[in-house]
């Protein structure tokens, strides 16, 4: 929050877009540091802290918004400046009042509340926004359901995990809009665990082969070399799913044919079946909401 405040400390009215740029090249963020995305993929980390440290700052009156996306530092602000100056966190200010020549004090122990300094270590948590702890907490959710993902699919039958490649493949789009899918372990096709028909007629299609290994057993070369026999003749290229691993031999195989193999580990794997809604359910739905600028205009 502080070198949000450093940034708009001339008193002049800025638009957040140019603020964030000024409070990222007063820190030193690197590119790659800029380029760094919230767990969703959906904004830029250091975006979103910067936007949530204005919105606060706006809550506790360091910061006024005459207009939308505009902000301007107040006299309660530059007193955060000077009593700060190394960083204030959001409990530092929770105590401000409605006067802002008074509203700003160093955070003091209150009850049970331990006094806290501005050097002092902070949680994790508290580094991170609201949406930030939201999406590391589903990131959580999504880790533990990825292992026992795994578990079940190395617990079931060979033909039960070519059908869930095939449904994965499906469900990403791979059949078209009116395209079929099988799994063809009954048909014994030739070393090919399923096929997507991605039109009517299946002119085009996508060729899959599936390895429910456990995690000491990787796919390696050989495996792969089977696969590339079993397309000859039939498509250019294919997809390799395994609950295991490559080995590194059977990665740079891969990169070397001709036939283009696309290798799906079990991370992978089942991170596409948790995006795609595959094997798994939304248990329960949060909505993150804002103030709706439209309304308020």
């Given at each position: 929050?502080?070198?949000?405040?450093?940034?708009?400390?001339?008193?002049?009215?800025?638009?957040?877009?140019?603020?964030?740029?000024?409070?990222?090249?007063?820190?030193?963020?690197?590119?790659?540091?800029?380029?760094?995305?919230?767990?969703?993929?959906?904004?830029?980390?250091?975006?979103?802290?910067?936007?949530?440290?204005?919105?606060?700052?706006?809550?506790?009156?360091a910061l006024e918004r005459p207009r939308r996306g505009h902000y301007k530092i107040t006299d309660a602000g530059r007193e955060v400046l000077t009593?700060?100056?190394?960083?204030?966190?959001?409990?530092?200010?929770?105590?401000?009042?409605?006067?802002?020549?008074?509203?700003?004090?160093?955070?003091?122990?209150?009850?049970?509340?331990?006094?806290?300094?501005?050097?002092?270590?902070?949680?994790?948590?508290?580094?991170?926004?609201?949406?930030?702890?939201?999406?590391?907490?589903i990131s959580r959710i999504d880790g533990d359901v990825a292992i026992e993902l795994l578990n079940r699919l190395k617990g079931k039958q060979p033909g039960f995990f070519e059908q869930a490649v095939v449904d994965l493949l499906l469900a990403m789009g791979y059949g078209g809009v009116n395209g079929t899918g099988r799994a063809t372990q009954a048909s014994h096709d030739g070393g090919i665990d399923g096929v997507i028909d991605q039109d009517v007629l299946g002119v085009s299609r996508v060729y899959v082969q599936a390895k429910r290994y456990a995690d000491g057993n990787p796919v390696g070369r050989q495996d792969l070399q089977a696969f590339v026999g079993a397309l000859s003749g039939r498509a250019d290229s294919g997809v390799f799913f395994t609950t295991s691993r490559f080995t590194d031999g059977a990665r740079q195989y891969a990169e070397s044919v001709p036939t283009r193999i696309i290798l799906i580990d079990g991370e992978r794997l089942t991170k596409l079946m948790i995006r795609y809604g595959v094997g798994v359910q939304?248990?329960?739905?949060?909505?993150?909401?804002?103030i709706d600028e439209d309304f308020f205009a």
């Open positions: 929050m502080v070198p949000v405040l450093r940034a708009l400390r001339d008193g002049e009215l800025r638009h957040r877009r140019e603020f964030q740029t000024l409070v990222a090249d007063a820190v030193g963020l690197t590119p790659d540091q800029r380029a760094e995305t919230l767990p969703s993929g959906t904004q830029l980390k250091f975006e979103n802290r910067i936007g949530w440290a204005a919105s606060f700052l706006c809550n506790v009156g009593r700060f100056p190394q960083g204030a966190s959001e409990r530092d200010l929770e105590a401000l009042g409605s006067d802002p020549a008074s509203r700003i004090r160093p955070y003091e122990s209150t009850g049970p509340r331990t006094k806290r300094s501005v050097s002092a270590p902070r949680d994790a948590a508290e580094e991170m926004t609201p949406i930030e702890q939201v999406q590391a907490g939304v248990k329960q739905t949060f909505h993150a909401v804002e």
